[in-house]
Each structure stands twice: as structure tokens, then as C-alpha cells.
């Protein structure tokens, strides 16, 4: 549903889309890096920044048409609100809107790499050494020895 005023110019009829206007102008700055302190410094209804998805975001003059009501945006102000953003069913016009109010990218804080880091040496190790080839030899087995009770009761 996109709503459209008309507007009567010298006899030719001109159709506007609210959304497009809202969202025309101003392209994301996805070069700009902040930290995640100097977001956090951003927590007042007056300054409302967030990161969602490693993306930095200035939603201060989004507070009163957010549909959510401003209470949602600046309960998460000044921190990483990926997941409150993900919780919540958010159409394509709404995600495609959000490119206007980006300022920047967060870097990564040390806990946020240690975590990656852990994660990707679990799965090297699940993938790779004596583990992971005993699992896989272990599903191989299995799928044979299921294969052969099934037809072997024929």
C-alpha cells in the first residue's frame, strides 16, 4: 500500500509518493567509523543513535514517525539494537528507509572478534582433525547400516 496525493500543476496532474520523497537525497555513508563509545554517547531523545547489523544509525528526526512510537527507538538509543531490530516483523519499504538515517559503520569491538574468532576456530575444528572425520565416517556407517536393514527384511 503506497499512499499518493495529486496535485493539479498547469492542467497535468502530478502523483507523489510520500516514500520515494522521504527517501530521496541523502545516500548512506558506509565509509564514516565509529566506535561502539562514541555510539553510546548518542542516548538522549534529542540525539538517538543506534547500530543494527554493524550499520550506525542517526534516527533523531525519525523519532515521531516512527510507527513504534518513540519509546522503542530511544529505549535502544546509544547501543546495538540488532536484535530488538530483528524481533520485530519490518516490511521491505521500512529496511530499504533506514539507508537515509545511516552515518556511518561501528567498528568491531574486541569482544565482538574474540567472539567471531571462537566461533570460526570451533568450526575449523569441527570441519577439520580426528573429530570431525569420525563424525563424518559415523554418518557414513550409519547411512549403510540403515540401508542394509532395509533391504535386507525383503
Known amino acids: 500500500f503506497r499512499a499518493v496525493a495529486h496535485a493539479a500543476i498547469l492542467g497535468q496532474v502530478l502523483s ?4 520515494t520523497i522521504m527517501t530521496e537525497g541523502k545516500a548512506p555513508d558506509t565509509t564514516t567509523v565509529y566506535t561502539f563509545d562514541e555510539v553510546a ?3 538522549t531523545e534529542e540525539d538517538v543513535w543506534m547500530v543494527i547489523d554493524g550499520k550506525v544509525y542517526d534516527v533523531t528526526s525519525y523519532l515521531e514517525d516512527h510507527p513504534g512510537g518513540i519509546d522503542i527507538l530511544t529505549g535502544v538509543a ?6 530488538d ?5 519490518h516490511s521491505k519499504p521500512a529496511i530499504e528507509q533506514m539507508a537515509q538515517f545511516q552515518v556511518g559503520v561501528v567498528e568491531e569491538s ?3 572478534l574474540e567472539k567471531k574468532a571462537a566461533k570460526k576456530s570451533a568450526t575449523a575444528s569441527s570441519d577439520s582433525g580426528l573429530g570431525g572425520i ?3 565416517v559415523g554418518l557414513v556407517v550409519a547411512v549403510i547400516g540403515a540401508y542394509f536393514v532395509a533391504t535386507t527384511k525383503k
Request: glycine share 4%.
Open 16 to 19: 507523489i509518493d510520500p516514500f
Open 41 to 43: 554517547k548518542h542516548n
Open 78 to 83: 546509544g547501543t546495538d539494537a540488532t536484535e
Open 85 to 89: 531490530f530483528e524481533a520485530v516483523s
Open 110 to 112: 574486541p569482544e565482538k
Open 134 to 136: 569420525v563424525l563424518k
